[in-house]
T-cell receptor, first 111, second 111 residues
Framework: SQTIHQWPATLVQPVGSPLSLECTVE??????LYWYRQAAGRGLQLLFY??????ISSEVPQNLSASRPQDRQFILSSKKLLLSDSGFYLC??????????FGPGTRLTVL | DAKTTQPTSMDCAEGRAANLPCNHS???????VYWYRQIHSQGPQYIIH???NNETNEMASLIITEDRKSSTLILPHATLRDTAVYYC????????????FGTGTSLTVIP
């Protein structure tokens, strides 16, 4: 069966510091991968998606970037965090554009 | 993707069936109805999806009306661990990358 991992689970970072969140998927090959952000009390916003190694599509302009160095690894990064980057970050995977399965999430607080 | 309307909150007694309604009156013929739930501080969990026939799995049943303008998610024997926010989503496959999560229904299972 497939498993999706995210780390860290929680993170507190000062404004202006860099960010690296990692997501890995086990038990599948060539998945579609997604990064979402959920602000407090709001719905999920798609940030990036990837259909293959090195292929990244950005849904909204922002302070963040994504990379996919390996088939089952998806990384969310920032060079300098803003207060507005605080939120709950979720990684998800799917077969093609089928049902998406979400990871446990990373709660980021920028102070 | 079509919009959905769900009640903001519901209560259900432990051991009873929880029936969560969703209206999607503008749904088109090639859009599926998906249900996810999100337990506090966790990633969304896929529950079930369907096109026009009723569906059942180990977690729940999905009843879709004949005109497809509404559906009901049924948790047959609710437990305290079913307390979560339940999201009804309609999505066209295979186009589109994002699942649009609205505000959902906050279900509280009462002992």
């Amino acid at each position: 069966s497939q498993t999706i991992h995210q780390w860290p689970a929680t993170l507190v970072q000062p404004v202006g510091s860099p960010l690296s969140l990692e997501c890995t998927v086990e038990g599948t090959s060539n998945p579609n991968l997604y990064w979402y952000r959920q602000a407090a009390g709001r719905g999920l916003q798609l940030l990036f998606y990837s259909v293959g190694i090195g292929q990244i599509s950005s849904e909204v302009p922002q302070n963040l970037s994504a990379s996919r160095p390996q088939d089952r690894q998806f990384i969310l990064s920032s060079k300098k965090l803003l207060l507005s980057d605080s939120g709950f970050y979720l990684c998800a995977w799917s077969f093609a554009r089928d049902t998406q399965y979400f990871g446990p999430g990373t709660r980021l607080t920028v102070l | 993707d079509a919009k959905t309307t769900q009640p903001t909150s519901m209560d259900c007694a432990e051991g009873r069936a929880a029936n969560l309604p969703c209206n999607h009156s503008t749904i088109s013929g090639n859009e599926y109805v998906y249900w996810y739930r999100q337990i506090h501080s966790q990633g969304p969990q896929y529950i079930i999806h369907g096109l026009k026939n009723n569906e059942t799995n180990e977690m729940a049943s999905l009843i879709i009306t004949e005109d497809r303008k509404s559906s009901t998610l049924i948790l047959p024997h609710a437990t305290l661990r079913d307390t979560a926010v339940y999201y009804c989503i309609v999505r066209r496959l295979p186009t589109g990358n994002q699942f649009y999560f609205g505000t959902g229904t906050s279900l509280t299972v009462i002992p």
